[in-house]
């Protein structure tokens, strides 16, 4: 659902347990930002980064296929089927 997690408990050298960190991955660029789930905000519990944010408000219909996809992706995030309760 946008974090990324490698799982499992992992050990350090000394066996002891070592903390694991559940990172935000962003939809369109499937990148983890620098400064985590600082760096972005949720829609629909999807994680969008604040370079792809700032690239989707910028976006302009001259650059159609940029633009088209954008809109694709935009739609998929905001329409898409509620799984049953």
């Known amino acids: 659902m946008g974090f990324?997690?490698?799982g499992g408990e992992v050990k350090n050298?000394?066996?002891e347990p070592e903390e694991r960190k559940l990172l935000p991955?962003?939809?369109?660029c499937h990148e983890v930002p620098e400064?985590?789930?600082?760096?972005?905000?949720?829609l629909r519990g999807i994680f969008?980064?604040?370079?792809?944010?700032?690239?989707?408000?910028c976006s302009k219909p001259e650059k159609k296929d940029e633009y088209m996809l954008s809109i694709?992706?935009?739609r998929h995030i905001l329409?898409?089927?509620?799984?049953?309760?």
């Open 4 to 6: 990324q997690n490698s």
């Open 13 to 15: 050298n000394n066996g």
């Open 25 to 28: 991955v962003c939809f369109f």
């Open 35 to 42: 400064e985590g789930i600082r760096s972005g905000f949720f």
């Open 48 to 57: 969008i980064c604040e370079k792809c944010e700032k690239e989707l408000v």
């Open 72 to 74: 694709a992706k935009l």
């Open 79 to 85: 329409f898409k089927d509620e799984p049953p309760r």
